[in-house]
Nanobody
């Protein structure tokens, strides 16, 4: 079992930045693929960014060049640096840890981009 706790969400103006953190309750370094997903009102949850144990990353087209996912295995933490935020980035952001058939979710953190 892995508990995931997200933090760092909030209200930011368009063009601003936020850094989300996802703290895991146990080591995630060797096996887990980590990801950030988001869900806006009335929309399906979508993958924003992912990172493998080998630090290979992938991003949704809508966030490429603006968001960066990273992991600190010593702290069992995954980050999502979000720059040049847009109103369409408004959503609840969820952390995900996946290994074979195991799949864990955090409770989510709200990000609102508005002037």
């Amino acid at each position: 079992q892995v508990q995931l706790v997200e933090s760092g969400g909030g209200l930011v103006q368009p063009g601003g930045s936020l850094r989300l953190s996802c703290a895991a309750s146990r080591s995630i370094s060797s096996s887990f693929i980590m990801g950030w997903y988001r869900q806006a009102p009335g929309k399906q949850r979508e993958l924003v960014a992912g990172i493998t144990p080998g630090d290979t990353t992938n991003y949704a087209d809508s966030v490429k060049g603006r968001f960066t996912i990273s992991r600190d295995n010593a702290k069992n933490t995954v980050y999502l640096q979000m720059n040049n935020l847009k109103p369409e980035d408004t959503a609840v952001y969820y952390c995900n840890a996946r290994f074979q058939v195991l799949n864990f979710w955090g409770q989510g953190t709200q990000v609102t981009v508005s002037s």
